[in-house]
């Protein structure tokens, strides 16, 4: 499932690991990513293991009685952040598909996130 990709070094590493909506981690995390991407900022942001729910389209979230957050994930290419990237592994564990995010993500393998964070100059988790 991986592509091959070229391990760039970005001033800003976000990494959304968590569900995103268990805790208000992953709006914060988002109006975080935004904020630097006004600033045209350097950064990539990484998807894994529950963070990849963050992607997934039709989020129902009426029952968690949380504010949905595809429509501030979706604004993250009008920030010019671009550099999306998903935890192949992660997306094999939840039986995900690329086909059912509404965002475009590049798979890559844990090693690549690994190489992805030492290369960071600064890593943020959430």
């Known amino acids: 499932m991986e592509t091959q990709t070229h391990i760039a070094q970005y001033d800003l590493l976000f990494i959304f690991s968590h569900s995103p909506y268990g805790s208000s981690l992953g709006r914060e995390g988002l109006e975080a990513a935004l904020a630097a991407g006004a600033f045209d900022q350097n950064m990539a942001i990484i998807f894994m293991g529950e963070g990849l729910w963050q992607l997934k389209s039709q989020q129902d979230t009426v029952d968690a009685q949380r504010k949905n957050h595809q429509k501030m994930t979706s604004a993250l290419p009008m920030?010019?952040?671009?550099?999306?990237?998903?935890?192949?592994?992660?997306?094999?564990e939840r039986q995900l598909d690329l086909s059912d995010f509404y965002l475009a993500a590049k798979p890559v393998s844990d090693e690549t996130i690994g190489e992805l964070i030492r290369q960071a100059k600064q890593v943020l988790s959430f």
Do not use: M
């Not at 952040?81 to 935890?87: C, K, R, S, T, V």
């Open 79 to 92: 920030f010019g952040i671009d550099a999306l990237y998903a935890q192949a592994s992660g997306l094999d």
